[in-house]
């Protein structure tokens, strides 16, 4: 009975023994804790009475160029030829993702 007891121990100190050697083994590769994510502007074409999805983003605003373009969610509708009409989209945390300056054109 002894001599169980002294395997068993023997063996859950090799165990965890080499738990503790594997965890140290992790290591974490890709982060940079101090990148900043800068906004990111674009520009866009999109064809008259044609629609264009923003691809970016989870809100989106229209901030100038009503007169040739609509704006239905992330749903660009050319309406006139011209521009430039900007959009400005937004992250899902509320972070300004960057601005669409968007021109109209004839197909």
Do not use: C
């Amino acid at each position: 009975m002894k001599k169980l007891l002294t395997a068993l121990s023997i063996s859950i100190l090799a165990l965890s023994v080499g738990g503790a050697a594997s965890a140290a083994d992790v290591a974490f590769t890709g982060i940079e804790p101090n990148r900043v994510i800068t906004p990111q502007d674009s520009e866009q074409t999109v064809f008259l009475n044609q629609d264009w999805a923003i691809p970016n983003g989870s809100s989106w605003q229209l901030l100038s160029g009503d007169y040739y373009i609509s704006l239905s969610g992330n749903v660009v509708h050319g309406k006139r030829v011209g521009g430039p009409a900007k959009v400005r989209a937004f992250k899902s945390n509320g972070d300004l993702l960057g601005v669409y300056t968007i021109n109209v054109v004839k197909k």
